[in-house]
């Protein structure tokens, strides 16, 4: 390797690490923020049924990268609190999908709420220029995750 490529290579792993420590910290305050007395892998999941709608447990353990045995705990646990419920498919009464209930949505939504109260107002301690910054950059981390593993 050229020296201009090992350079190369160190900032991008010197940039990695930094990404990685503040999206680490930003969810740390983002979880503080909307509390909610479920589990992390719990909210996740109810957020990812409420946003995708129904599914089966199998395509939201697949959302979630968590196995399915896994992701039958979690479900059975918010199914047990009464956020989720889950609907026999009519074609195929062997499968069955998790739909949010009124209840799961109602845990939803004051966390979400919260969570964008907390972001807006450390937006709004940055410049014009910042936010129009910001904005570029959320979209570049959607399409990051766009590529999966």
Do not use: F, W
């Amino acid at each position: 390797m050229t020296e201009s490529t090992v350079n190369a290579v160190d900032r991008d792993a010197e940039l990695a690490a930094r990404l990685r420590l503040a999206v680490t910290r930003l969810s740390r305050r983002l979880r503080h923020q909307g509390e909610t007395g479920i589990s992390a892998s719990q909210l996740s999941a109810l957020a990812t049924v409420d946003r995708c709608g129904p599914m089966t447990l199998g395509d939201l353990a697949a959302a979630e990268q968590v196995q399915p045995p896994s992701m039958t705990r979690i479900v059975a646990r918010l199914e047990e609190a009464g956020l989720v419920a889950r609907q026999v498919c009519r074609e195929d009464r062997r499968v069955a999908r998790v739909r949010v209930t009124g209840t799961g949505r109602e845990l939803l939504q004051p966390s979400r709420t919260r969570k964008d109260a907390y972001l807006a107002r450390r937006l709004r301690t940055l410049d014009n220029a910042d936010r129009t910054v910001m904005a570029e950059v959320v979209g570049i981390l959607e399409q990051l995750l766009e590529g999966g593993e």
